[in-house]
């Protein structure tokens, strides 16, 4: 069975970077790699809110999709060698305060640059707490 | 962007009652739709893919219905053990949006 461990996050000062990562384990590096995986972030008290995306497979590692709230600061990647996603923060705000989830995604088909891929297997968080 | 808008945002219902949720995309979206039920404190689990298929061990009682716009997440007997806030998610392209949310308590 699959399982996501996060780590990385901590307490911020507005305007600073972070990088947060997410270890999978319960699987082979060469089954990771296939993976389309997700960040998804919950503010206090708050719903969810999708956050980015990685497609896998041959290639797959340069497909990425942002929320437009993080794009052009926040960057998703991945080490498949480690079995690790990973999601560089940069110039956070305060409203990037929220527990941060590592989720496994099932890949259901693709059209044109559009990727069909919804979250099956969710980690436990990480927080982030961005104050000055 | 598509946005996702849930209703009710909460309700409160008996046990053995029958629980409706809608979603409403403001686009066509197919049947790509999921949705997921986060308890409290816990981490959100998959309970429905593709508008209508039932997650493998989800119980039974949580059925999924809709296509294009409209979309419905049905409890046919409410029990104890399904207090949670229910989020419904598009997943035809990017960005793979969340509704609002529907928190469920027992009355």
């Known amino acids: 069975e699959v399982q996501l461990l996060e780590s990385g996050g901590a307490l911020v000062h507005p305007g600073g970077s972070l990088r947060l990562s997410c270890a999978a384990s319960?699987?082979?590096?060469?089954?990771?790699?296939?993976?389309?995986m997700s960040w998804v972030r919950q503010a206090p008290g708050k719903g969810l809110e999708w956050v980015s995306g990685i497609i896998g497979g041959d290639g797959g590692g340069s497909i990425t999709y942002y929320a437009d709230s993080v794009k052009g600061r926040f960057t998703i990647s991945r080490d498949n060698s480690k079995n690790t996603l990973y999601l560089q923060m940069n110039s956070l705000r305060a409203e990037a305060t929220a527990l941060y989830y590592c989720?496994?995604?099932?890949?259901?088909?693709?059209?044109?640059?559009?990727?069909?891929?919804?979250?099956?297997?969710w980690g436990k968080g990480t927080t982030v707490t961005v104050s000055s | 962007d598509i946005q996702m808008t849930q209703s009710p945002s909460s309700l409160s219902a008996s046990v053995g009652d029958r629980v409706t949720i809608t979603c409403r995309a403001s686009q066509d979206i197919n049947n790509y739709l999921a949705w997921y039920q986060q308890k409290p404190g816990k981490v959100p689990k998959l309970l429905i893919y593709?508008?209508?298929t039932l997650q493998s061990g989800v119980p039974s009682r949580f059925s999924g219905s809709g296509s294009g716009t409209d979309f419905t997440l049905t409890i046919s007997s409410l029990q104890p053990e399904d207090v949670a806030t229910y989020y419904c998610q598009k997943y035809n392209s990017a960005p793979h949006t969340f509704g609002g949310g529907t928190k469920v308590e027992i009355k």
């Open positions: 593709a508008a209508s």
């Open positions: 989720a496994k995604n099932i890949l259901t088909g693709s059209y044109s640059a559009n990727y069909y891929f919804y979250m099956d297997v």
């Open positions: 319960g699987l082979s590096g060469l089954t990771f790699s296939t993976y389309a």
